[in-house]
């Protein structure tokens, strides 16, 4: 059974950029051991970039975070450096969770990722209910939330969704 890991916006702007965090730094090495581990398997690997234009203030997301972060070409937009690799699946998305999975024959899923309590929760309910057959789990060594609270909470709401939650 072909697995697939999903690393979710792992960009500098969620590290230690515009909205970068002490936490999101802290799990960089978690999340390049589990890509290596992926690697050294021949399993898939897809990226998701939180992709935003010039305008983004001016969008309903902008209104809510008025904070410029991954804008399309910029540093900040772009994969945290050793993580991605020439040829590796990169997703662009506009929206908090990428609506498309479908287009993808996914089988086992594992995400990984920034923000859990925002992107990570968001994917990974979007494709249980695509997949709702399919094993969906989050390691939450390799996620950090907004806070540490609203951490917690998007792990216990993504338990609570059958998705299994790993790293505790």
């Not at 999340?31 to 897809?46: L, T």
């Not at 910029?74 to 690799?85: A, D, F, M, S, V």
Request: proline share 2%; net charge negative.
């Amino acid at each position: 059974m072909k697995k697939t890991l999903i690393v979710v916006d792992m960009q500098y702007d969620f590290i230690n950029g515009a909205l970068g965090s002490e936490e999101a730094q802290s799990i960089v090495a978690n999340v390049k051991k589990k890509i290596d581990e992926y690697r050294e398997c021949g399993e898939e690997i897809i990226f998701t970039r939180d992709t935003h234009k010039v305008n983004y203030l001016n969008t309903n997301e902008g209104k809510y975070l008025p904070v410029e972060h991954c804008i399309e070409g910029t540093k900040g937009w772009e994969i945290y450096e050793g993580l991605y690799k020439e040829g590796d699946k990169c997703i662009d998305k506009p929206t908090f969770g990428y609506l498309n999975w479908r287009d993808y024959d996914l089988q086992e899923v594992e995400l990984v990722g920034l923000c859990t309590d925002i992107c990570v929760v968001s994917n990974a309910l979007i494709i249980k209910a695509l997949y709702p057959e399919i094993k969906v789990s989050v390691d939450a060594s390799c996620c950090a939330g907004v806070s540490i609270e609203s951490h917690q909470a998007a792990l216990l709401t993504m338990k609570m969704c059958q998705v299994e939650i790993t790293g505790q």
